[in-house]
Nanobody, 116 residues
Framework: QVQLVQSGGGLVQPGGSLRLSCAAS??????????LGWYRQAPGKSREFITL???????NYDESVKGRFTIFRDNAKNTVYLQMNSLKPEDTAVYFC????????WGQGTQVTVSS
């Protein structure tokens, strides 16, 4: 059983930055071979994809965050990160990390609020 535990998030002013972390754990689990992603869900909206990183480090971003958000991973720490810069009020949402393994695995979610 794999578990994803998120940290980071909170309240930030427009134009500010935040970094989210997502640490994976599990017996016999080899973090480095899996693709990982970040999604978000704003109030009243469905969950949407924002970025992923493959096992070989290739990244892909939704247009809404391209150039502002960066996904990266530290395989030695079994952790994937989301660096968010130039945050906008429309980035306000609950953010989820996701492991592309079998039926998939979600983090618990973390609130990001961008407001002055």
């Amino acid at each position: 059983q794999v578990q994803l535990v998120q940290s980071g998030g909170g309240l930030v002013q427009p134009g500010g930055s935040l970094r989210l972390s997502c640490a994976a754990s599990g017996s016999g689990f080899i973090f480095s071979v899996y693709d990982l992603g970040w999604y978000r869900q704003a109030p009243g909206k469905s969950r949407e994809f924002i970025t992923l990183i493959t096992s070989d480090g290739t990244t892909n971003y939704d247009e809404s965050v391209k150039g502002r958000f960066t996904i990266f991973r530290d395989n030695a720490k079994n952790t994937v990160y989301l660096q968010m810069n130039s945050l906008k009020p429309e980035d306000t949402a609950v953010y989820f990390c996701y492991l592309f393994r079998g039926d998939g695995c979600w983090g618990q979610g973390t609130q990001v609020t961008v407001s002055s």
